[in-house]
């Protein structure tokens, strides 16, 4: 790999850390927010509703984004998004104020949604440049920064750290990394001169189109699954461990912090895997994996057993994001594709959170998880779609 491609590859890969610090960050802080904003959990699922529209905001118009700005300029207003974001969550925390933190959260859902198929599109780019697997490392990133993330929590949360300062630390050192990463990227990944894009069918109209083949609709409900799996962790886990399972707020976060290192862990060693099973038979255990691990959690009375049984629930929905749209990109036009499954992925996230939350206020959270587990054994039926597409021969 030359150095501009190595550079660029550090680039994208410290931008995903950057992210999954700040999410963490946010999550395992879950319990103090929801103490000071004096939320219950029906008030707490409509507070998370704001990261559910700003990432569903960003992802819509992220492929028409990156076509006529590019992945650098792109990734740039993620980034910034995301960013502001985590700092008014904290602000509205340290005055209380309910609204504030939906603002908050719709802006670092707004900047993942933008960030999310630009730094696909440059990681597919960098692959094809270097002749090297990038994706799977790029998600994993992510998932090594919620470990970090999620680990300076815990301490925090264990000295009752204030809010406001934890998430404004995180904002600031994560704007400089960011700063230095943005100018790496280079500015055309992705762009269509404004001639070409029509010419091309792209923007809504071929994004939409992708829902007219069978393969799209199936890799999208897999990708929905996974991810409600992996979503409803990130927004409900640390309090499903304290209000389900009796566990302090330390030990919520402790336990948030065993599923990310889980992801972390899948996501870094996935690649044998896919290379000696296929992308449909890994996917297929990852969903059972993942079912299990659930299962586990909403029906032990077992607080210890529930903890470590947060792992399978990990290491199962790690794979799921990337390899779907490893799978999507297959495809005629792959930012098309890309773009149509990813907003799959995210309507997890847009409908997740405030119907768990709303579930959860009336039979309580681990029943409400019953959703998650049915949805992610349910979805191990369609995986046979992310097999490579049949190509027919091309005839002299």
């Given amino acids: 790999m030359t150095p501009d491609l190595a550079r660029r590859r550090a680039a994208i890969f410290t931008v995903m850390l950057v992210v999954g610090i700040g999410t963490a960050s946010w999550v395992v802080r879950t319990p103090a927010v929801r103490d000071l904003v004096d939320a219950s959990t029906g008030q707490m699922g409509l507070v998370l509703f704001g990261l559910s529209v700003g990432s569903m905001t960003g992802v819509l118009s992220s492929a028409s984004v990156v076509r006529r700005y590019g992945a650098r300029a792109t990734i740039g207003v993620g980034g910034a998004s995301f960013l502001a974001g985590i700092a008014t969550i904290g602000v509205g925390a340290q005055f209380g104020t309910q609204a504030g933190c939906f603002a908050g959260l719709a802006l ?4 993942i949604g933008l960030c999310e198929i630009a730094i696909n599109i440059e990681g597919a780019v960098l692959e094809g440049e270097s002749g090297r697997s990038i994706l799977p ?6 998932s090594l920064g919620t470990v970090v993330g999620a680990l300076a929590g815990v301490g925090l949360n264990a ?10 630390f995180v904002a600031v050192a994560g704007t400089v990394a960011v700063v230095w990463a943005v100018p790496v990227i280079h500015a055309d990944t992705g762009r269509v001169a ?27 409900a897999v990708v929905l699954a996974l991810a409600l799996a992996e979503g409803s962790a990130n927004d409900w886990l640390p309090l499903l ?10 030990l919520g976060s ?18 044998p895997l896919l290379q000696r099973f296929g992308n449909a038979a890994v996917l297929r255990a990852s969903a059972l994996v993942s079912a299990a691990g659930i299962a586990v959690v909403v029906f ?21 994001f990337p390899v779907t749209l490893s799978a999507a990109a297959d495809s005629d036009d792959p930012t098309s594709s890309v773009a149509a499954v990813a907003v799959a992925g995210y309507l997890a996230f847009l409908v997740g959170p405030p119907l768990l939350g709303f579930l959860g206020e009336y039979w309580g959270l681990r029943t409400a998880m019953v959703v998650v587990l ?8 369609l995986t046979g779609a992310a097999r490579p597409r049949e190509r027919t021969p091309v005839t002299a």
């Fill in 374 to 381: 049915v949805v992610v054994a349910a979805v191990s039926l």
């Fill in 194 to 220: 404004p001639g070409a894009a029509v010419g091309a069918g792209a923007g809504w109209r071929a994004q939409l189109g992708q829902w007219r083949q069978r393969r799209i609709v199936l890799l999208g």
């Fill in 159 to 168: 000295l009752d750290a204030p809010v406001v300062g934890h998430l404004g």
């Fill in 108 to 111: 670092v859902g707004l900047g």
């Fill in 300 to 320: 032990s009375d077992n607080a210890v057993l529930a903890g470590c049984a947060v792992a399978l629930w990990g290491l199962g929905a790690a794979l799921g």
């Fill in 137 to 142: 490392m790029l998600h994993g990133c992510f």
């Fill in 241 to 250: 461990m304290v209000d389900g399972h009796g566990m302090s707020a330390t």
């Fill in 254 to 271: 402790l336990v948030f912090t065993g599923f990310a290192a889980a992801m972390t862990v899948g996501r870094f060693v996935g690649e």
